[in-house]
C-alpha cells in the first residue's frame, strides 16, 4: 500500500529497453521516478493514451527496422511527451540504430555509459513532472502579478498545479485550505470573477495543452483531467466558450487558451487582484469563521 501511494507521486515513464537496461533503470530512478517497462511501442502507446506515462524511454538496441514507424507514429502522434532514447553499449549495428531513431524524430539520447549518463538521465526524467506549459503559465503570471500579496499568488500557482481531481470550488478550497465561502466572498467583495471561473478556464489551459498531442481522441482528454464522461467535458466547454469540444480543438492550443486566460481574467484585474488576500489566517480551514 505505502509503495503503490509512493509511486503513483513519481514521474511515470514507459519504456522499451533490454532486460539489462530494465534493472540498470529501475536502480537509477529509485526514489525520482517510476518505470513501466513494455515489450513493444504499441504498449507505450496505450499507456500514453490512459495518462499512466509522463515521458517515454526507448532503448537504442532495441530500435531496429522494424521498429522504426511504431517509434515515428508515436512521435508524431504524441509530440508533446518528452520521449528520450538510451545508449548502453556500442555494438555493429548501433550507428544505424542511432540513425534510424534520428529519422523517427526522437531528438534526446542519454549515453549511459558512464556514471554521468545515469545522472542525466534522472534529471531528464524528473523534469517531466512539471509541463512546459505549466511552467510557461507561472511564469507570465508571476509578470502579470508583479507585487502581488503572497496568497493571491498560491491561488494562481494552485490553479496549474493542483491534482487534475480537483474539479469543484470545494474542492480546491481544501487543497489551499481556505473555506469555500471565504474565498467566494473574498473575491466578490473584490468585484473579482468567481473562483469557479478562474478554475474553470485553468483546466481547459491544460486541455488545450494536451490536445497539442494529435494522438489523444477527446474522450481520452475528458479522462486525463477527471471529467465523467466525453459528454461531461463537451458540457463544460460549451458552458465556459460557447464552442463545441472539436472547435476548441481546432481553435485554441495550449499558449493560445493561456493567453485568453491572462486577457480574460487577469490583466483586466491585476489592480484588484495585487491587493487580494483569499487566504489569511482568518479564512484557513481551522478557522472558527462559519461557512455561512
Known amino acids: 500500500?505505502?509503495?503503490?501511494?509512493?509511486?503513483?507521486?513519481?514521474?511515470?515513464?514507459s519504456t522499451v529497453l533490454t532486460p539489462a537496461e530494465r534493472l540498470r533503470v529501475d536502480a537509477a530512478g529509485e526514489g525520482s521516478y517510476h518505470a513501466l517497462h513494455r515489450d513493444t511501442v504499441d504498449d507505450v502507446v496505450k499507456d500514453l493514451k490512459a495518462n499512466r506515462a509522463a515521458a517515454v524511454l526507448v532503448s537504442v538496441a532495441r530500435c531496429d527496422q522494424s521498429a522504426r514507424a511504431g517509434v515515428e507514429m508515436m512521435v508524431r502522434e504524441f509530440p508533446r511527451v518528452p520521449t528520450v532514447a538510451l545508449l548502453s553499449q556500442i555494438e555493429p549495428g548501433t550507428p544505424r540504430q542511432m540513425l534510424l531513431l534520428g529519422q523517427s524524430g526522437v531528438r534526446q539520447l542519454v549515453d549511459v555509459r558512464e556514471a554521468s549518463g545515469w545522472r542525466e538521465l534522472r534529471t531528464l526524467l524528473i523534469g517531466t513532472q512539471?509541463?512546459?506549459?505549466?511552467?510557461?503559465?507561472?511564469?507570465?503570471?508571476?509578470?502579470?502579478?508583479?507585487?502581488?500579496?503572497?496568497?493571491?499568488?498560491?491561488?494562481?500557482?494552485?490553479?496549474?498545479?493542483?491534482?487534475?481531481?480537483?474539479?469543484?470550488?470545494?474542492?480546491?478550497?481544501?487543497?489551499?485550505?481556505v473555506l469555500p465561502?471565504?474565498?467566494?466572498?473574498?473575491?466578490?467583495?473584490?468585484?473579482?470573477?468567481?473562483?469557479?471561473?478562474?478554475?474553470?478556464?485553468?483546466?481547459?489551459?491544460?486541455?488545450?495543452?494536451?490536445?497539442?498531442?494529435?494522438?489523444?481522441s477527446v474522450a481520452n482528454i475528458a479522462n486525463h483531467l477527471d471529467y465523467s464522461s466525453p459528454q461531461s467535458f463537451g458540457r463544460h466547454v460549451r458552458s465556459v466558450l460557447g464552442m463545441t469540444a472539436v472547435?476548441?480543438?481546432?481553435?485554441?492550443?495550449?499558449?493560445?487558451?493561456?493567453?485568453?486566460?491572462?486577457?480574460?481574467?487577469?490583466?483586466?484585474?491585476?489592480?484588484?487582484?495585487?491587493?487580494?488576500?483569499?487566504?489569511?489566517?482568518?479564512?484557513?480551514?481551522?478557522?472558527?469563521?462559519?461557512?455561512?
Open 181 to 216: 465561502s471565504t474565498l467566494m466572498s473574498r473575491f466578490f467583495r473584490a468585484r473579482l470573477p468567481a473562483p469557479k471561473r478562474y478554475l474553470a478556464v485553468a483546466r481547459l489551459v491544460r486541455a488545450a495543452r494536451l490536445f497539442e498531442n494529435p494522438g489523444f
Open 1 to 13: 500500500m505505502l509503495e503503490r501511494s509512493l509511486t503513483s507521486t513519481l514521474a511515470a515513464v
Open 130 to 177: 512539471i509541463d512546459s506549459m505549466q511552467r510557461r503559465a507561472l511564469s507570465e503570471l508571476a509578470v502579470d502579478l508583479t507585487g502581488a500579496n503572497h496568497d493571491c499568488w498560491r491561488f494562481f500557482e494552485a490553479l496549474f498545479t493542483a491534482p487534475p481531481q480537483v474539479i469543484t470550488v470545494r474542492a480546491f478550497s481544501q487543497y489551499l485550505g
Open 247 to 292: 472547435q476548441f480543438r481546432r481553435r485554441y492550443d495550449g499558449s493560445a487558451m493561456l493567453l485568453h486566460f491572462r486577457e480574460s481574467l487577469v490583466l483586466p484585474y491585476a489592480d484588484a487582484l495585487r491587493r487580494l488576500k483569499p487566504l489569511s489566517a482568518s479564512g484557513r480551514m481551522h478557522s472558527r469563521e462559519s461557512p455561512g
